[in-house]
């Protein structure tokens, strides 16, 4: 029941520009608006752990948007580009219009939102959008945590509202940052996103922005600028590759396997920073590299990813874009879970793997870098010319500045982790547990990642990577 479209060809043709256009690393201009704000991690640092008790896995990030004048706590979604909402019990005023058209978006775990897109006034932090389309999907499965709708954050061309109203209806449909972009254009086009933690390692809310960065974090327009392959319509970044206690582990991705990519391209790795996955996906070289050899590992559900590692598992990894590194904190290579039933006491705390080896490459790419990673970096999103039409305009691209610090993680590990673990047995007294899982009820699912065909081929990939890598090297 794959939804799937074509979003590619890739558009190859045409000369290659050489010129490089450095963004201006800070722009003097007032900012008109804001959008600075806290999300908070569902309800408290504890749901991480209660939505694994129940078995999903899962954390998400949300923040409220009103639109028609009702306000939704939607998750912020960077794997995905459309906005849908949970409507159930919310009578939509005359001002929202429905365009009579249905569009449904499928996501990574195989949920669903499908609807009639409608559209209605929005506002967003304090920008406010008198026309914003939405997929109005009363009762959607892809809800969790009682949130109610999500918000893509990428580009338009993966959005499938946009894409059908474009040939549907001459409404443009397009996605939430796009219509602030447009009504705001000296605003500059990105958003960022700051994941923390609590003191006991698991996720404790964070901050979002659309167009300035928190001051204490403003350094982050400085980091290098990590190139997007633009023609990929995702947040798909060019990576060098993965060190693991101090090894250098590169190649082995969609670009290595195809002939005639040129030396400075073929060792890199295309990686999705996704804010809608929970974990983590890495080909099986890397995860090799990152777990294999852990004394004690052993596998639970191996079809499914799930590897059970002991609890005191501590390893330096850290991912490199661009010739900078950014160390994860050891925290983030397994998360506490269970493992047997409630009912019959055969309840168990046991530690898995966070990151899963899969092969994306049918995906169009190699990693995808979610919420385990994304905790471990301050990340500005820059549009480019996704977003600003100006001739000229530089593609898309990250930045990334690293809020974890090797070697106090490692140092204060054994005390993080300990009361990690502490807090998750604590909970198991806290909730009336009925749900019993079996031990499969471990799987990690990911949620959220738009699953889009590439129809590219893998030569077509490799020779947009290789463009951008010239564009950014030259
Ligand atoms: C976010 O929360 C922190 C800590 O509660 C607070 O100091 C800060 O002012 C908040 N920022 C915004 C933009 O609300
Ligand atoms: C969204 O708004 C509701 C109601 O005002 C509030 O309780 C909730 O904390 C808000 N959520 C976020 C993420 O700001
Ligand atoms: C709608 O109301 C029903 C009945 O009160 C409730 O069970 C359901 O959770 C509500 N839906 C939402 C999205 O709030
Ligand atoms: C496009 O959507 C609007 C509602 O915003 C509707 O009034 C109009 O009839 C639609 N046009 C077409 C061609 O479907
Ligand atoms: C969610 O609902 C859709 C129908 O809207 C269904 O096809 C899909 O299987 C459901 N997914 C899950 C995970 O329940
Ligand atoms: C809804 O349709 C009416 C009539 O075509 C139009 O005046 C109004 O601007 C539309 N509302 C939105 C939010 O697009
Ligand atoms: C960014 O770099 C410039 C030039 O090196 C420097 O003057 C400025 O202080 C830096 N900004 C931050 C926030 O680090
Ligand atoms: C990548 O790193 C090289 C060498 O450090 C630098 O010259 C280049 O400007 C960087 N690229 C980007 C996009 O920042
Ligand atoms: C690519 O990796 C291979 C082996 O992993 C290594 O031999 C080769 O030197 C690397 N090439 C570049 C350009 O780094
Ligand atoms: C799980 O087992 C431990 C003993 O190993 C017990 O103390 C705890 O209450 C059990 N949890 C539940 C929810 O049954
Ligand atoms: C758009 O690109 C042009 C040309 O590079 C640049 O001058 C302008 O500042 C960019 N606009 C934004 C909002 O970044
Ligand atoms: C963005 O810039 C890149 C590099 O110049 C170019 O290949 C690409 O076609 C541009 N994209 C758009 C949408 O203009």
Redesign the pocket.
Known sequence: MHHLRSLLPLTLAGTATAAVLHMPAKRQIPIPQSTLMNFTNIADPFVFNVVDLAGDGEVIYVANITVDGQSYEVQLDTGSADLWLNTQNITLSP???DTNISVTVQYGDMTAATGDVF???AQFGNYSI???AFINAPGSNATSDNDLGLLGLSSKNISEVHTTLACKNN?GGLPVLYNIFAANPSLPNYFSFLLSRSNLGVTDGGIFSVGEVDPNWSAVLNQTQIPVVSQLEQWISVMDGVVVDGKNFSGHGLLSKVKGVSDSVKNKTLSLLDSGTSLGIMPQYYWDAVYKDVPGIKALDAKNGVWQLPCDTRKNVSMTFNGTVYPLNPLDLTRVNNLGNFSDGTNQTICVNTFQPADEASQGLDFILGDSFMRNVYAVFNFGNWTNTTEGAAPPYIQLLPTTNQDAAWSSFNDSNNARIQQWTDLQGQFNLTNDGPPTSTVARRRSVRRVSVDASDEEIAEAAARTHEYWSS
């Open positions: 001002a929202a219009n559209v209605a006034p008198p026309s914003q409404t």
